[in-house]
């Protein structure tokens, strides 16, 4: 006899008892495993107005709740990125920067920086980065890349430290800041472009300085905060994280998947909201604009009957019924340094008449039932330890502040 649970949702996937392989249940009591039937509806938010048996009598979309997820949880279907070939990398790199003869190797730069006092940390050390994001009070406020070699195009730009309280100071090599009276120790070199005037993919950055104490900043406003000095310029690929969250819902829809199916959303960074019954399995890396080679994936959104997204280059079917969400670049080639994600839309079971839910998903699996491939996507990669997550509200990409009262 299947084992039917009960209306009350839970999450399956915590459930010790649950084995997700065969999709089967461990009866304590008769001590043997059983098939594991989802419930009949999907759950409703708690203020839904509903029938005996739990149907939605409202039009209104079921949205997901702020309620936040335990950490293990959240991020218990993790799935490691793999990174693409360096020789697949080196054979694309000449069509992408085709006046640089060498393979290039972009360098992400993480930006942190701390409120109170303000002050800012930048690295492309990956050790350092994890380091920096996990140090109490301080925050993720940008990420962009850069060459790894030196060209005509670039130059120098120095990036030493010093406290306390510990910060970083960015200068470009050979000048001197004639204000500046603290004594720096010198931690790497990076290279930025001298401007983003016919160079694809790049915007303009500035270096602002702050004395009392001695600070230094990343910034991208055109004009420099009050009380900072413009110092230099340059310019760098800009980029946002990105975080995928999946999660099995349990609706009438489905019935061509047997009642239940997995659906995903895609979530802007630096910070992710751990939302209740969702789970992290995965992170990126991707562009804000186009370079040389590369393709604008918009993600659509949509709530009814249950979240879902829509991925594509162009333009959809009855886009009018869609939300556009976020817009990023990314590459349908391997360049150094790269992950592959494939792109996977949900077909029409060959076993039932009822007709599916149109959804996509970005994922590092192999497609299978109801999963079919569509097209691969080259994103750079982020591992569990370079993301932020959080239990505070977080809107396009960063921490809601509250009001007074906490509200």
Known sequence: MPV????????????PNYNPETNQYWNEEQGIWEDYVPPGYYPAPADAVVDKDGRLLSSEPIKSGNEPEEYSIFVSKWNPPWLASLSDGAAASHYVWPDISECVMLKRVDCFELDSPRCQQATTDIEESRRVRVTPNWSPVMSFF??????????????????????HKYIVNGKKNSRDTSKWVYRET??????????????????DFQDSPDRYYFSE????????????RFAAYPATQYFILERVVVNDALESEGGSGLTAQIEKGPFCFMKKGWRLVGSFFAFDKQLTGSNQYTVYTRNDPFPRINVAIGPIAHMEEWTVQHQ???????????????????????????SNVSR????????????????QIYVFPAD???CSLTEEAVKDGKIVEKGPGGF
């Open 4 to 15: 039917q649970m009960s209306d009350q949702y839970y999450d399956i996937y915590s459930d």
């Open 328 to 354: 990023f670049y990314a590459f349908d080639v391997a360049i150094a340094g790269t992950c592959l994600l494939t792109l996977q839309h949900c077909v029409r079971s060959i076993y039932n008449a009822a």
């Open 221 to 232: 406003s055109p004009a420099p905060d009050l009380g900072l000095r413009r110092l230099y």
């Open 384 to 386: 569990l330890e370079d």
């Open 146 to 167: 850069l060459l790894n070699i030196q060209t005509p195009y670039t130059r120098p730009l120095r990036i030493e430290s010093t406290g306390p309280p510990r910060r």
């Open 190 to 207: 990076v290279n930025g472009f001298i401007g983003s005037e016919r160079i694809p993919g790049t915007s303009d950055y500035s270096v």
């Open 360 to 375: 996509h998903r970005l994922t590092t699996e192999d497609p299978k039932m109801p999963w079919e491939f569509r097209m």
